[in-house]
T-cell receptor, first 114, second 113 residues
Framework: DSGVTQTPKHLITATGQRVTLRCSPRSGDLSVYWYQQSLDQGLQFLIQYYNGEERAKGNILERFSAQQFPDLHSELNLSSLELGDSALYFC?????????????FGQGTRLTVV | GDSVTQMEGPVTLSEEAFLTINCTYTATGYPSLFWYVQYPGEGLQLLLKATKADDKGSNKGFEATYRKETTSFHLEKGSVQVSDSAVYFCALSGSQAGTALIFGKGTTLSVSS
């Protein structure tokens, strides 16, 4: 158990809908990262938050947004969903923002868009 | 931009065989390098890391050496076990995407007894 909790584990929704994925980082970790894993694209970095502030952006679509709350949990919002958004979404956390810091991953949320 | 390239899988080996999974990277600056492993149905776990040139990371019999001259970080194990069957990801951190990990596409390893 990595200590990172993601909910829900599975989500099935229709095209055009909006969903929210939730991540609780390990106790004491200030950084939260979101990744999308799909068969064709592999693991893609979406966005990073550090202590409530956006730190870095990767390949995140404009239809997607995220935030980190004062209690450090994070939410990833996906809207106007398309079939191609079906993927495994991982959250990871780390103590700080340093490049040497180990990131701990949750078990992921599997999103299926039908 | 920064990127990581891994050998395509799947890699199929018999128990006790020698394993090499090749990984090369493209990055500005001096990134840290990592190998993560993903077992079926689970999230990724850190296997080993190296933070500067010529560093060797090691864990559970796996090793990888940070080679700046060849921009490589190949993963090796002298004798694989069935329990090593998993997907292995090479990654870098500390470059254009800040401290976020940039991953290769992953290599599936299947070990049979």
């Amino acid at each position: 158990d990595s200590g990172v909790t993601q909910t829900p584990k599975h989500l099935i929704t229709a095209t055009g809908q909006r969903v929210t994925l939730r991540c609780s980082p390990r106790s004491g970790d200030l950084s939260v990262y979101w990744y999308q894993q799909s068969l064709d694209q592999g693991l893609q970095f979406l966005i990073q938050y550090y202590n409530g502030e956006e730190r870095a952006k990767g390949n995140i679509l404009e239809r997607f947004s995220a935030q980190q709350f004062p209690d450090l949990h994070s939410e990833l919002n996906l809207s106007s969903l398309e079939l191609g958004d079906s993927a495994l979404y991982f959250c990871a956390s780390s103590v700080g923002g340093g490049r040497d810091t180990e990131a701990f991953f949750g078990q992921g949320t599997r999103l299926t868009v039908v | 931009g920064d990127s990581v390239t891994q050998m395509e899988g799947p890699v199929t080996l018999s128990e006790e065989a020698f394993l090499t999974i090749n990984c090369t990277y493209t990055a500005t600056g001096y990134p840290s390098l990592f190998w993560y492993v993903q077992y079926p149905g689970e999230g990724l776990q850190l296997l080993l890391k190296a933070t500067k040139a010529d560093d060797k990371g090691s864990n559970k019999g796996f090793e990888a050496t940070y080679r700046k001259e060849t921009t490589s970080f190949h993963l090796e194990k002298g004798s694989v076990q069935v329990s090593d069957s998993a997907v292995y990801f090479c990654a870098l951190s500390g470059s254009q995407a800040g401290t976020a990990l940039i991953f290769g596409k992953g290599t599936t390893l299947s070990v049979s007894s």
